[in-house]
């Protein structure tokens, strides 16, 4: 048996609600972490953390934070991400970053392991991590496009509040307590704390997560059309995304649309695969009632898939439901599941 | 001037969610009543309703209680009406059915008065009333249809609590401030009353509204299926559906896929057409952050509709967002709208 190398590992935006869990993700996973460093904004650093029982206090980030630094995982912001990533790598670390400052770079691999973990060879010392919505999304197709191949995906989104930070988690939970006891609010945070209007989002429904572009898209539905086809090769593969916020804490649902290429697929072929697919739990057993939720999702890294049957018009058209926490497969977990990867392909110094 | 023809109304289900909407909707109409008859279950009968500040004794519904009534509006569960609808019609009332009984029966008309309200003339007593999550997505597509043709769609709905009833909105009161209070709770009513199991649905979303079939889908599923072919008289049209149940208490959202027969349809096409379209209040401004939300929408007769964009690798396919109160257009309104053009075309004895 060898001996387990240790790397000094930094976390930037410890204190976020992905931070958070990132610290609980490499405990959890037992990381081979010879130094932390825990990082944030200017406004968090000071607090104190507890990891493996012992106490950190937050840093904050600046260049001089990631000397000897071998891997940083960036959870911060796009902007903290698009000054300190590259002054990180200067020195040395390889960053695995959470925000959409690098992905649709063509020079950063953007990197769901069980999809194109191979990618990360090509990596110029930053590993972009997809968004949330993308990640379970892509988890789901990528054993179905490689043995059925894939022509088109629709999808439809349930996302979870906790997708837009801690704060809008507590804004949730305060509409709602508002609601019940039959006080006034003012909305806040939701839907895009930057945004000029803020809207209800206890006991209702907002289709609308992250801005507007001029193609009345969102950018969060750009981003699932855009990162899928990047991160399964696939720049042909016809991707339509519409995304909705709900009243969840954790745990983003997809209502998703398919056609394969290959003919004469059947629902029991795709289950059979999904059944054996890496980091994909099927539930799928109507008769009992047994289906993903984002109830039962929470804390667990895998992507949940059910209710997969075939649509009643197109022949090689199916539909699916998919299920993640947001935070872990969407977030923290994909992102140390990167770090893990690069470790075991040898790409951390 | 005439004077104005006043009939005899039951309302079956008085007590109910719809009913109780239904009530309210006769009383804004200035419903033109001469008699109002209140009925029910055994189970309910004997409670006091007020309308228009008057006490009324809700009765328990029986064949005889249909005597001399010209219009009977039925909401009470498919049983009631399979058993109780000929009666009502075999002692001359016309009934306007509010279940699931009568509507796929093809001797009788399924209408929703915006998109079909000619075949009102081809009843035999009784006229069914579409599922909610049909009747607001035929309101925004009959005008598309008419126009550009209708070739396929694909909608993911986000459906609200009270279309299970009333037990089903205090559920999710109940189990809300359980959670937000830290206490235990027992699910009992959803996503099925009479079905085996029943999950949490506060901070959830639950992906069945009624029971499965053999093929996968929903009861509820196939119903938007099938009414959406039969009232818009479109046999062949492609149509798929999935259905979630999601933490709202009224307000049923809606996901829409779809593509025209037409080619260099533009959305700013479809917006000029749907901003004229009967029943349609069209909220499209994705600039100022204007679409339609279930909190903006209970109360309200109308078909609230925004998000309409065009997919981006379908020449003729679009999306949009529809949302609508449930209770009202999506049951109570509807119903009372038929009944309303029953008398306008002079189909009421």
Redesign the interface.
Known sequence: MTERKAFHVAVVGATGAVGQQMLKTLEERNFPISTLTLLSSPRSAGKAVIFKGQEYIVQEAKPESFENVDIALFSAGGGVSKELAPEAVKRGAIVVDNTSAFRMDENTPLVVPEVNETDLHHHNGIIANPNCSTIQMVVALQPIFETFGLK?V?V?T?QAVSGSGAQAVEEL?EQ??AI?ENEDFEPKIL?VKS???H??IA??????IDK?MD????FEEMKM?NETKKIMHLPEL???A?C?R????TGH?E?L?FEVEKAGVT?EDIKALLQDAPGVVLQDD????I?????DCVGKNDVFV?????????EN?F?M?VVSDNLLKGAAWNSVQIAESLIKIGLVK
């Open positions: 088109k629709i439809s349930y939970y709602t307590k019940i839907p945004d000029k209007k809207y209800q006991f209702n429904a907002i289709p609308q507007f193609n009345g898209y969102t059309i016809k991707v339509a519409t909705v709900l009243p969840v804490a649902s209502s649309y629902p109507p008769q009992n009632q289906y993903p939720m984002p109830a059910g209710r997969i049957r075939r649509d009643l018009d197109e058209g539909h439901w």
